[in-house]
């Protein structure tokens, strides 16, 4: 396995969070069933369990279908499990709540309100004084390097752009857990790579812990502390992956040998049975 420390539990995988504290977030044996239009029961998630330390990047890697994005949302309260619980800061998940902040693939912000307005919106909701907001807003601006365009509205940005703000947006509201849905699968590769370069900087300044979603290997690897790798339906944990990079880090990682080692685990556990199936 290499530089690559591996995990393993038979439909339960969990990371203990440092010392005593517990973690952050806490998944236990949970399913998601659907009923079809025809009147079977779609299995999407069968008895997901992790723990993810407080600070820490975890992410989420598997095809599609798997159930990744179902987990993210049951996290966020959208939707409720039909087996099993969640927990994020000790406190159990039964509806959105401002302890999680949401980052999705497509673009979310208010098109009649401007970037500052935008990032403000959960701020003024939560009555914070016009000084304060001011000073939040202005601090995140510059951390996504959006000072220059804070009086734009929506139509006016790129969607790399876009997708800044709405990083903006979800950590000035403070929450204990950051939960991002491919927030850079609709962008081009290169500006992919710089919001992955822009994320690595700011995560590495907040610290928030950090469910991202994903199916690009190279991206799992390059921001994650621990990669959850998932098998196709029903949705499981198929193994834990310790990411054994130094940070801070940068995209000239991608070609070290350590990084390739993991990559080629992790294509490997999204293929196994590819090949019985074939033949």
Same mark, same amino acid.
């Given at each position: 396995?290499?530089? #690559?420390? !591996? %995990?393993?539990?038979?439909?339960?995988?969990?990371?203990? *969070?440092?010392? =005593? $504290?517990?973690? @952050?977030?806490? #998944?236990? !044996? %949970?399913?998601?069933?659907?009923?079809?239009?025809?009147? *079977?029961?779609? =299995? $999407?998630?069968? @008895?997901?369990?992790?723990?993810?330390?407080?600070?820490?990047?975890?992410?989420?890697?598997?095809?599609?279908?798997?159930?990744?994005?179902?987990?993210?949302?049951?996290?966020?309260?959208?939707?409720?499990?039909?087996?099993?619980?969640?927990?994020?800061?000790?406190?159990?998940?039964?509806?959105?709540?401002?302890?999680?902040?949401?980052?999705?693939?497509?673009?979310?912000?208010?098109?009649?309100?401007?970037?500052?307005?935008?990032?403000?919106?959960?701020?003024?909701?939560?009555?914070?004084?016009?000084?304060?907001?001011?000073?939040?807003?202005?601090?995140?601006?510059?951390?996504?390097?959006?000072?220059?365009?804070?009086?734009?509205?929506?139509?006016?940005?790129?969607?790399?752009?876009?997708?800044?703000?709405?990083?903006?947006?979800?950590?000035?509201?403070?929450?204990?857990?950051?939960?991002?849905?491919?927030?850079?699968?609709?962008?081009?590769?290169?500006?992919?790579?710089?919001?992955?370069?822009?994320?690595?900087?700011?995560?590495?300044?907040?610290?928030?812990?950090?469910?991202?979603?994903?199916?690009?290997?190279?991206?799992?690897?390059?921001?994650?502390?621990?990669?959850?790798?998932?098998?196709?339906?029903?949705?499981?944990?198929?193994?834990?992956?310790?990411?054994?990079?130094?940070?801070?880090?940068?995209?000239?990682?991608?070609?070290?040998?350590?990084?390739?080692?993991?990559?080629?685990?992790?294509?490997?556990?999204?293929?196994?049975?590819?090949?019985?199936?074939?033949?």
């Amino acid at each position: 396995m290499g530089a #690559v420390a !591996a %995990v393993h539990k038979d439909q339960a995988v969990s990371l203990a *969070a440092s010392g =005593t $504290a517990p973690p @952050q977030l806490r #998944v236990e !044996a %949970v399913s998601l069933h659907y009923q079809t239009p025809g009147g *079977a029961t779609f =299995t $999407a998630l069968d @008895q997901v369990s992790l723990a993810v330390p407080d600070q820490q990047f975890a992410v989420l890697v598997g095809p599609s279908g798997c159930g990744k994005s179902s987990l993210l949302y049951l996290t966020a309260g959208l939707a409720e499990p039909s087996a099993g619980q969640i927990h994020v800061g000790g406190r159990q998940v039964e509806g959105p709540g401002a302890d999680r902040g949401m980052v999705f693939q497509s673009y979310t912000l208010f098109p009649w309100l401007t970037v500052r307005q935008n990032i403000a919106f959960g701020l003024r909701r939560r009555g914070q004084s016009a000084a304060q907001c001011r000073e939040t807003v202005d601090y995140y601006l510059n951390e996504v390097g959006l000072g220059a365009f804070a009086d734009n509205y929506p139509k006016q940005l790129s969607g790399g752009m876009m997708q800044r703000v709405a990083i903006a947006r979800a950590l000035a509201n403070d929450p204990q857990i950051l939960l991002m849905d491919e927030p850079f699968g609709a962008l081009d590769s290169q500006t992919r790579l710089q919001m992955q370069q822009l994320l690595l900087r700011v995560w590495g300044n907040s610290k928030k812990t950090v469910l991202f979603v994903t199916h690009d290997i190279d991206e799992a690897i390059l921001l994650g502390d621990s990669v959850y790798v998932m098998g196709a339906r029903p949705g499981r944990i198929k193994r834990v992956l310790e990411v054994p990079l130094a940070r801070p880090r940068s995209l000239d990682l991608v070609m070290e040998r350590p990084f390739i080692e993991m990559k080629r685990e992790i294509f490997g556990l999204l293929h196994e049975g590819d090949e019985q199936a074939v033949s």
